[in-house]
DNA sequence: TCAACAATACCGACTGGTTGGTATTATGTC
DNA sequence: GACATAATACCAACCAGTCGGTATTGTTGA
């Protein structure tokens, strides 16, 4: 008897198969595009499924940026950027890694919970708040290691914070992100995590990299 | 007799009417999610002068990227930013007046175009290539004052191009939108400017800006 | 071991309201 | 009166959400 495979649904999966359809399809069409019939046909179950699980498609919204956090956090734990024993090379290589992950796909590598809060910030709080805590939480996740390196390269920042860095390690993506949808182009959000690099090497005082072509 | 004010709609204006509308609530709510009823309510028209003007929705997007480009292109022309002499000086005070128009109402500094292109990119490419000529356009009135600072600074970039700065200026810019967005606060907007300015500061060899508090 | 029951998961036809768009008519201007 | 502009009335398609019902899984007690 042969295992059941991931395409063909089985009992008890439908509320991740939504989850999934959700993080795909939304990036692609965005929220309110997104129907709720869009997204059990992607999943293959039946609105009636959907409704068991989440109570209105808002709460659908709210739990896809759940899922994302969880998921993402789990994927950038894994993540070889942690390696390095210096803390700024471990920060230069979450940059790299970052830079390695932008595929040629748009929607394959751009940010869920950006392209919602983007959408929804004034119309639906709970999900907005939803996506930012997946930004700013993994955000803070780069707080130490940044924190650490201004210690071990004994450098003192004039007006910025580590907080405040790791945040803007953020800004560079989703900018990133705006301006390859814009112009239909990866290359540009490859740029901006160029620059990023760029800039956090100045502001550390290294040479700047050699492999970079913006 | 009085002049006609502008909360009085007047005969011949319903397209303009319609665009501004068109400007304030799609910022707000977002293209999808605005309704064509929405739009002639904000504008104090009806359906049938929606129509007159716009022969679909989809239509009316692309009208209001190029309105955006264009009433952005002629606010960003008269503004106080291009007077130093100094070629550095008036790329840094593009950077001060980008912050200084941050207000404390997020959908009243946030960019059109970008909240378009975000949303519409897989599956209107009109609307996004119009998005996209606007904030390209736009950066590519930076270029000849970035260029003009390497030659009067006498730097030579390691592997970054006035145009691909110019670019991030806009990566860096639509990113703190989406930050503001996310977490509720005009204040993460101006943290990516100040960080931006710092980055130009650091690529120009310039002492770090005091006024900062990020 | 197994019936009896309960809880969960899922199905898909249906509904009431909304949406983008059209057809027709009215009005102001040259 | 010819033309652009705009208002009204209307429509078919679509939408989120409901509801009655079925299938599967879990629990309980003898």
Known sequence: MPRPTKSQPERGDARSRLLEAARDVIRTKGFAATTVD???KAAGVTKGAFFHHFKSKDALGVAAAEFWAETTSQFFEGAPYHLPDDPLDRVLAYIAF???IISDDIPAFTCLVGTLAQEVHATAPEIRDAAGASIFGHSET???DIEAAIK???ITPDSWSAASL???FQTVLQGGFILAKAG???DLARDAVDHLDR???????LEPSKGETT
């Open 98 to 100: 970052r830079r390695e």
């Open 199 to 205: 800039y956090v090497r100045l502001l550390f005082g």
């Open 142 to 144: 780069l707080e130490a």
């Open 38 to 40: 869009d997204l059990c």
């Open 166 to 168: 790791a945040r803007h």
């Open 184 to 186: 239909n182009d990866p």
């Open 152 to 154: 071990a390269r004994e």
